[in-house]
T-cell receptor, first 111, second 115 residues
Framework: GENVEQHPSTLSVQEGDSAVIKCTYS??????FPWYKQELGKRPQLIID?????GEKKDQRIAVTLNKTAKHFSLHITETQPEDSAVYFC??????????FGPGTRLSVLP | DAGVIQSPRHEVTEMGQEVTLRCKPI?????LFWYRQTMMRGLELLIY????????DSGMPEDRFSAKMPNASFSTLKIQPSEPRDSAVYFC?????????????FGSGTRLTVV
């Protein structure tokens, strides 16, 4: 099955700085690369996703980049704000064959 | 749309009792998933339905766990008998299309505590 890792496991940044979280996966057939955000006590929510025919996607302050050759994709958050503090999960998928979430990265944005 | 609806939000029960968790997926979503979240093991898939049919139940821990989806708008996850190690947050999620390749929409979860 898919082996998914995230780095770092925890990340603290000053408000206004950028944050980058990396997700590595093992299934070379993976074609869908989403990121989820889970605030404390809340449900995970899809915040951005990308498919294998696209290298980068942006949505306001967040972006996802994909390197299929190296089997990793990254979440980029610019101009971080306190409300970005949460746990972020990646969940690379292969046409619905993989149901594995990464272990999560806890992001803290310090005022 | 009200999103994925789960009930109850919290459940505290004694060891050995039966627990039933309920889920209503988003209308039109063909796939439904039950996940369990713990600090130690993260998010784990328990079972996945497509068009009301169980497709993959390899994540169900043991025979004490069972899940049903009698129609497109309702699913249950039952634990009988419950044990303290079943304490976790149980999420139901649904997805558009036959496969999970469109991203999940999660419900608010049920926090289960077995004492």
């Amino acid at each position: 099955g898919e082996n998914v890792e995230q780095h770092p496991s925890t990340l603290s940044v000053q408000e206004g700085d950028s944050a980058v979280i990396k997700c590595t996966y093992s299934d070379s057939a993976s074609n869908y690369f989403p990121w989820y955000k889970q605030e404390l006590g809340k449900r995970p929510q899809l915040i951005i996703d990308i498919r294998s025919n696209v290298g980068e996607k942006k949505d306001q302050r967040i972006a996802v980049t994909l390197n299929k050759t190296a089997k990793h994709f990254s979440l980029h958050i610019t101009e971080t704000q306190p409300e970005d503090s949460a746990v972020y999960f990646c969940a690379p998928d292969n046409y619905g064959q993989n149901f594995v979430f990464g272990p999560g990265t806890r992001l803290s944005v310090l005022p | 749309d009200a999103g994925v609806i789960q009930s109850p939000r919290h459940e505290v029960t004694e060891m050995g009792q039966e627990v039933t968790l309920r889920c209503k997926p988003i209308s039109g979503h063909n796939s439904l998933f039950w996940y369990r979240q713990t600090m130690m093991r993260g998010l784990e898939l328990l079972i996945y339905f497509n068009n009301n049919v169980p497709i993959d139940d390899s994540g169900m821990p043991e025979d004490r766990f069972s899940a049903k989806m009698p129609n497109a708008s309702f699913s249950t996850l039952k634990i009988q008998p419950s044990e303290p190690r079943d304490s976790a947050v149980y999420f139901c999620a649904s997805s558009l299309g036959q496969l999970a390749n469109y991203g999940y929409t999660f419900g608010s979860g049920t926090r289960l505590t077995v004492v």
